[in-house]
């Protein structure tokens, strides 16, 4: 049963959930040997309380002052950290399996980079992972800002693919299933909530639909097709605009307080099946 949103202190509309830094795990079933400053020209090294950290600049786009940083060594993954992103790791059927036998981890970050354009900041953050899984060649990935795990030769597969700005492992189109209601009494009609997390992080909308008529894998890759669309577009879905639906109809979008954690203002799309916004509002 998923953490449902009923009360909350801040005002619907708010950007709660934007990520000052987004973070991506590389994993792996043994303690990784990489020589990190093989990664760029631009690295340096600091020792810190955690270790050493490993920080590679972008002084060839002008900004000096965004870093990509390595935490080094690798620490130990804790049990029951990779919990909520096995859940909902949808596009890799063997993630459960393979998270299993994970024992380390690497931890990639950026800093001071909320003033890229959303669109570079993702294409530099992909680069850099690529380079490190190149490097390190971890058995998974793990994208911490948005909870899902990825196979990383499909991760590399999709930047060459769908280009540099991949939304592959940086935006999770996320499945709830609703079978009871509020009052813990059974649904007559089971429902699903779908949401994307990662939208958000990056200053633009996440997106959720609530239905008990769509089937999920087609309210999967529409709430993706609408994610790239907003990802090239840029926030150009406005409160009370329609879209075309799966099935060609019009759907009214909203912005309302996300249904599912981790709170956050999403743009609704409704489907207009009845007794479903309603309960929205």
Not at 59 to 83: F, I, K, Q
Not at 115 to 127: A, E, I, K, Y
Request: glycine content about 8%; aromatic content about 8%.
């Amino acid at each position: 049963m998923p953490t449902l949103v009923r009360n909350r202190s801040q005002q619907p509309g708010s950007k709660e959930g934007f990520a000052h830094s987004i973070e991506v795990e590389l994993l792996y079933r043994e303690p990784p040997v990489a020589d990190w400053s093989r990664i760029s020209g631009e690295g340096t090294f600091a020792e810190t309380d955690r270790g050493a950290v490993a920080a590679f600049s972008a002084h060839e786009l002008g900004n000096a002052e965004s870093r990509w940083v390595v935490e080094l060594p690798g620490s130990r993954l804790d049990d029951g950290h990779l919990r909520a992103a096995v859940r909902q790791s949808w596009s890799w059927p063997e993630a459960r399996r393979v998270a299993g036998e994970l024992r380390h981890r690497v931890t990639i970050r950026d800093l001071r980079a909320t003033t890229l354009d959303f669109r570079l900041r993702l294409r530099l953050m992909n680069q850099f992972v690529v380079a490190a899984t190149n490097l390190s060649r971890p058995a998974a990935i793990h994208w911490v800002t948005t909870e899902q795990l990825v196979e990383p030769d499909a991760f590399i597969g999709s930047l060459e693919h769908e280009g540099p700005e991949s939304l592959y492992g940086a935006v999770n189109v996320r499945l709830f299933r609703i079978d009871r209601d509020e009052n813990d009494r059974p649904l007559p009609t089971p429902e699903i909530i779908m949401d994307t997390l990662g939208l958000t992080a990056v200053g633009l909308d996440d997106f959720q639909i609530h239905t008990r008529e769509y089937d999920p894998h087609d309210v999967g890759n529409y709430l993706y097709s609408v994610s790239q669309y907003a990802w090239k577009k840029g926030a150009v879905i406005s409160p009370g605009d329609e879209i075309l639906g799966i099935d060609g109809d019009k759907w009214r979008c909203e912005i309302e307080d996300s249904l599912v954690e981790p709170e956050r203002a999403v743009i609704d799309i409704d489907t207009g099946e009845p007794g479903l916004a309603g309960r929205k509002r």
